[in-house]
Each structure stands twice: as structure tokens, then as C-alpha cells.
């Protein structure tokens, strides 16, 4: 290759070493952002959902076994960020699970090995998932990283569900089969 391309395509690597690094390090600074802000004894911890809408309560930013995190602790960080208030949730949840709950996978995105949006991916589907079943799941997704594909980890979750919880398998393949719908849509333009 000529000399002109091989220095682009250098500059372009290392632009994506330093990409990946600092998605790495950003998730490092959101979970020590959620070690400084716990939950003040009697306040109301950050979550998905409000408390007084219609009966329903909060939903942790991030799986069981994970801490609580001061009610306004992500609107703060996003702001600093200029994110919005529910990226800002969603980047501590992400945080907290792959630092307490997918140890192995979050091991692999300090190491750079996996890219920090892939492995946020992964997080976002195992915060509902139990103590024994994300340990399994971090095991199986430590295995192969570099053929972690969100199609991937949604099927070893899947697998880990039909070993640990066969109920809730087939009452998710119930709920999945319930919601099965066809919409027709009568339109009135030139293209219908």
C-alpha cells in the first residue's frame, strides 16, 4: 500500500483504540459516578418508572445485587455528559451490572477485547435475570468474546432461563406468542 494510505489507515486504528478505550473508561467513571451517590438513608433511589404512577414502583437502575444509587445522581452526570436523563440512567445501570453482575465480561472491555457498547448491549438484558443465572450467563459470554453478537447473548439468556427457570421460559413463550398480531393499515396515498 502507498505510503499516504498506509498513515490514514494508522491514524484510523489508533482513533479506534483511543474510541474504545474511552467508552471503557467512561463506564469506569459511571460506576465510581454511582459509588459516590448511594442512597441517602429514607430517599428515594434512581430508577425506571415512578413511584406514584398508577401503584407501580421503581425499577432498579441495574440487577439484584447491584447498589442503589441517589435519585439524581444520572440527571446529574448526563447533564455534565449532554446526554439525556434516561441515557444517563441507562449508562450507570449498564455500569453497575457489568462491574457487579458480568465481572468476566467487563474484565474483557477494560482489556479492550470487547468493544463497551457491545457489552453494554449484554448488560441491558441480564439486569432482569437472577444471581445464578447472570453468573452463568457472564461464564458463557466470557467464553468466545469475539463472536459476542446481540443474537448471541440473547440466546445463551434464553438457554439460561429454560435450564434455571423452565416456568418462566414457557411463560415468556406464551407471552410472545399472545402479543402475535398482523395490523392492516387502509391508506389513502398514490403508493397503496
Same mark, same amino acid.
Given at each position: 500500500?502507498?505510503?499516504?494510505?498506509?498513515? $490514514?489507515?494508522?491514524? =484510523?486504528?489508533? +482513533?479506534?483504540?483511543? !474510541?474504545?478505550?474511552?467508552?471503557? /473508561?467512561? @463506564? #469506569?467513571?459511571? &460506576?465510581?459516578?454511582?459509588?459516590?451517590?448511594? $442512597?441517602?438513608?429514607? =430517599?428515594?433511589? +434512581?430508577?425506571?418508572? !415512578?413511584?406514584?404512577?398508577?401503584? /407501580?414502583? @421503581? #425499577?432498579?437502575? &441495574?440487577?439484584?445485587?447491584?447498589?442503589?444509587?441517589?435519585?439524581?445522581?444520572?440527571?446529574?452526570?448526563?447533564?455534565?455528559?449532554?446526554?439525556?436523563?434516561?441515557?444517563?440512567?441507562?449508562?450507570?445501570?449498564?455500569?453497575?451490572?457489568?462491574?457487579?453482575?458480568?465481572?468476566?465480561?467487563?474484565?474483557?472491555?477494560?482489556?479492550?477485547?470487547?468493544p463497551a457498547w457491545r457489552?453494554?448491549?449484554?448488560?441491558?438484558?441480564?439486569?432482569?435475570?437472577?444471581?445464578?443465572?447472570v453468573t452463568w450467563v457472564?461464564?458463557?459470554?466470557?467464553?468466545?468474546?469475539?463472536?459476542?453478537?446481540?443474537?448471541?447473548?440473547?440466546?445463551?439468556?434464553?438457554?439460561?432461563?429454560?435450564?434455571?427457570?423452565?416456568?418462566?421460559?414457557?411463560?415468556?413463550?406464551?407471552?410472545?406468542?399472545?402479543?402475535r398480531h398482523v395490523t392492516?393499515?387502509?391508506?389513502?396515498?398514490?403508493?397503496?
Amino acid at each position: 500500500a502507498p505510503a499516504g494510505t498506509r498513515s $490514514v489507515l494508522d491514524r =484510523a486504528r489508533a +482513533a479506534r483504540r483511543t !474510541e474504545l478505550a474511552a467508552a471503557a /473508561e467512561l @463506564l #469506569v467513571a459511571a &460506576a465510581e459516578w454511582a459509588d459516590l451517590h448511594p $442512597v441517602p438513608r429514607g =430517599a428515594q433511589p +434512581a430508577g425506571w418508572g !415512578e413511584v406514584d404512577l398508577h401503584g /407501580e414502583g @421503581l #425499577v432498579p437502575l &441495574a440487577g439484584v445485587g447491584t447498589p442503589q444509587v441517589a435519585e439524581f445522581a444520572p440527571a446529574e452526570l448526563a447533564a455534565h455528559l449532554g446526554i439525556s436523563h434516561d441515557a444517563g440512567r441507562q449508562l450507570i445501570g449498564d455500569a453497575l451490572e457489568l462491574r457487579h453482575r458480568l465481572p468476566r465480561l467487563f474484565d474483557l472491555v477494560l482489556a479492550g477485547t470487547v468493544p463497551a457498547w457491545r457489552a453494554r448491549q449484554a448488560a441491558a438484558l441480564t439486569t432482569p435475570l437472577t444471581p445464578e443465572m447472570v453468573t452463568w450467563v457472564d461464564k458463557m459470554l466470557a467464553c468466545d468474546p469475539a463472536h459476542l453478537t446481540v443474537v448471541r447473548v440473547r440466546r445463551i439468556i434464553e438457554e439460561t432461563i429454560l435450564h434455571y427457570d423452565p416456568d418462566r421460559a414457557v411463560a415468556d413463550e406464551q407471552a410472545a406468542l399472545a402479543a402475535r398480531h398482523v395490523t392492516l393499515d387502509h391508506d389513502t396515498g398514490p403508493a397503496t
